[in-house]
T-cell receptor, first 113, second 115 residues
Framework: AQSVTQLDSQVPVFEEAPVELRCNYS??????LFWYVQYPNQGLQLLLK??????LVKGINGFEAEFNKSQTSFHLRKPSVHISDTAEYFC???????????FGQGTELSVKP | NAGVTQTPKFQVLKTGQSMTLQCAQD?????MSWYRQDPGMGLRLIHY???????DQGEVPNGYNVSRSTTEDFPLRLLSAAPSQTSVYFC??????????????FGQGTRLTVV
């Protein structure tokens, strides 16, 4: 079975500051890793994903994440956040040929002016 | 190309009523799933399907039924609604035929209130 832990439920940050949202996972098999973003009262949008290959992946809106197999982590980073980045962020895993996502509890990112 | 379409967007039910949440996708994806989202708990898997005629339970299946008679449709049935089923429900579909394009696509959600 797989599980995902997002280590921070809320992250307040000032505009133009860097941010890191932390995600650890547990799995006995190789998994694909995803970060999704949910803006208020909207559905989920894919930010980025790691399937294989380079451990540093870049996504939309200037976000990037690094897959660390030894630490079973997939932390999300952005060097300079904007007010518009205020949203909830979800880390998730999927087994190859599994089709279902297992989500973390979510991290609310609040960007203040 | 509509993607994943969920209906209705909002619903209020009385305790004990039944209803069906509809989900349809037009991407010919083999995988479809239902999740519920509750504050502080992320999205939890209710049921999923790996293809037409095949379904399986997720983390929180009690009180819900699903069927998948076609590739496109994956309805979620609440048999006898309870206040604990008040939540936001999301349907998703995905495919892994082309690994590089593996990702889940989500509907816009159904906000359900059971009174």
């Amino acid at each position: 079975a797989q599980s995902v832990t997002q280590l921070d439920s809320q992250v307040p940050v000032f505009e133009e500051a860097p941010v890191e949202l932390r995600c650890n996972y547990s799995s006995s098999v190789s998994v694909y890793l995803f970060w999704y973003v949910q803006y208020p009262n909207q559905g989920l949008q894919l930010l980025l994903k790691y399937l294989s290959g380079s451990t540093l992946v870049k996504g939309i809106n200037g976000f990037e994440a690094e897959f660390n197999k030894s630490q079973t982590s997939f932390h999300l980073r952005k060097p300079s956040v904007h007010i518009s980045d205020t949203a909830e962020y979800f880390c998730a895993v999927m087994r190859p040929w599994g089709g279902k996502l297992i989500f973390g509890q979510g991290t609310e990112l609040s960007v203040k002016p | 190309n509509a993607g994943v379409t969920q209906t209705p967007k909002f619903q209020v039910l009385k305790t004990g009523q039944s209803m069906t949440l509809q989900c349809a996708q037009d991407m010919n994806h083999e995988y479809m799933s239902w999740y519920r989202q509750d504050p502080g708990m992320g999205l939890r898997l209710i049921h999923y399907s790996v293809g037409a005629g095949i379904t399986d339970q997720g983390e929180v299946p009690n009180g819900y039924n699903v069927s998948r008679s076609t590739t496109e449709d994956f309805p979620l049935r609440l048999l006898s609604a309870a206040p604990s089923q008040t939540s936001v429900y999301f349907c998703a579909s995905s495919s892994q035929r082309d690994r590089e394009n593996t990702e889940a696509f989500f509907g816009q959600g159904t906000r359900l209130t059971v009174v």
